[in-house]
């Protein structure tokens, strides 16, 4: 039986908890079936818990635990858990942001809090609502670690996510920060209107600037051209169910001030990658443009507009 444990009973962690305990209609080869897992859910609220059990033992004894929460409360789920982990579970994390207050990337939450644990980042196109409706997902499994991957992979065998390995932690982790930044700028053009072929101009644009970045920031270059990398940012970036994108588009299409403080994780990154970027920021024009969208949006609509028409 492979234990899993699920944290964080939002819209990912139930898309998640679909993909494996629905298996068995997908495919007709069965490397896993649903009926030799068990799966639960712990969650800050109580109510979203499954049934009653003991949280230290069910992190104690899971093989795979699955962080699904926001960037921002992934340092104290890993303080919460350290002390109760055993040398064999693996920890899956699927945030893609950065950590607010310092900026760190996934990888280096897990390195500096749980230093000797094996862990993987998944990202990619997830759209919960549409995992949930059995409509498919894509996503790069990234570790440092054959064995890791490879357990990570299995579990997804039979499901309707369609996986990737990638060795780049770094890259991965960076790709999800930027797509939900670039995200916000492709909202804003769905929200001027802008009609697909400028759009699409403005996707390749953003995906070329996303690979020099990662690169400068220690990632490979080549990691922002896998499949479920593009695929996300096209996603997340078209999408209204996505944050990033509504909030993109509501810089237009509202006629209210947009605040600050909007649930989107593009918000908090930007201010960090500038910072790493320092005077590098000035080669990225459409992260430029990103930028000041969020921080000075009527300068931002201007600049986007000259981008585009000038």
């Known amino acids: 039986m492979i234990k899993i444990l699920i944290i ?137 670690n054959d064995n890791v991957l490879n357990a990570v992979v299995r579990i997804f065998r039979s499901t309707e996510l369609r996986t990737f390995i990638s060795y780049d932690l770094r890259g991965v982790a960076y790709a999800g920060a930027l797509k939900n930044i670039y995200s916000i700028l492709l909202g804003a053009s769905d929200g001027m209107e802008v009609g697909f072929n400028t759009k699409g101009f403005l996707f390749g644009v953003a995906q070329n600037e996303i690979s020099e970045i990662i690169q400068l920031l220690g990632g490979k270059k080549e990691t922002a051209y896998l499949p479920p990398i593009i695929g996300d940012l096209f996603a997340t970036g078209s999408s209204p169910d996505s944050r990033n994108h509504t909030f993109g588009y509501e810089i237009f299409k509202s006629k209210k001030h947009i605040k600050k403080n909007f649930p989107a994780e593009g918000i908090t990154a930007v201010s960090f990658i500038y910072k790493k970027l320092g005077n590098r920021s000035t080669q990225f024009p459409l992260f430029m443009i990103a930028y000041d969208l969020i921080k000075k949006p009527q300068k931002g609509k201007k600049e986007l507009r000259e981008f585009i028409f000038e």
């Not at 059990?53 to 960037?71: M, R, T």
């Open 8 to 144: 964080g009973k939002g819209h990912i962690g139930t898309a998640i908890f679909d993909l494996l305990t629905n298996r068995d209609k997908f495919s007709k080869t069965k490397i896993i079936s649903s009926k030799n897992i068990e799966v639960n859910f712990w969650d800050i609220k109580p109510d979203k818990r499954t049934n009653k059990f003991d949280f230290k033992s069910a992190v104690a004894e899971a093989d795979f635990i699955f962080l699904c929460v926001p960037s921002f409360a992934v340092s104290s789920v890993l303080l919460k858990i350290k002390s109760f982990l055993n040398d064999k579970t693996i920890l899956i994390s699927v945030s893609k942001g950065l950590e607010k207050g310092t900026g760190f990337t996934m990888d280096q939450i897990f390195n500096r809090i749980v230093p000797k644990q094996n862990y993987a980042l998944i990202s990619g196109p997830m759209l919960a609502k549409e995992i949930l409706n059995s409509m498919g997902a894509s996503a790069v499994i990234a570790s440092s």
